[in-house]
């Protein structure tokens, strides 16, 4: 069978307010905004080590795709997922779900949540697989 998929190239994500979000994944994730376009109420911002981008706009009436709030099961990667949930709520972030260690027959890692201002949710977790 041919490959069909080869590749991640952006996770884009509906929010209600685009100066809110902007400050959320900029100072309290502390990812780097690669653009802006305040007429079309789009960011777009970089993963570390990563060719994908994370893009967020307002979505617009009859637009197809998840409301704002309900994005959940994407998983940023962390060295250190405890320090990065301290840091997070340091900065004003909401944990929704505290870092815990996870023990599978194969792997053992930690995995916690967090939410931005519309209540997207992503897991954050060092899981090397």
Sequence with gaps: MAQLISGLNAVTVHVRDVSKARLFY???????????????????????????????????PGEEGREPGTVTGVVFRSSDPVAACAEIQRRGGTITMEPRR???????????????PDGNEYLISDRKD
Excluded: C, W
Excluded at 32 to 56: C, G, H, Q, W
Excluded at 105 to 112: C, E, L, S
């Design 26 to 60: 900029r100072d309290v994730l502390g990812l780097k905004e690669k653009s802006y376009d305040e007429k079309a109420n789009r960011a777009v911002f970089e993963l570390p080590d990563s060719p994908t981008i994370l893009s967020m706009h307002v979505q617009a």
């Design 102 to 116: 996870v023990e599978l027959p194969n792997a053992t890692f930690h995995r916690a949540a967090f939410a931005d």
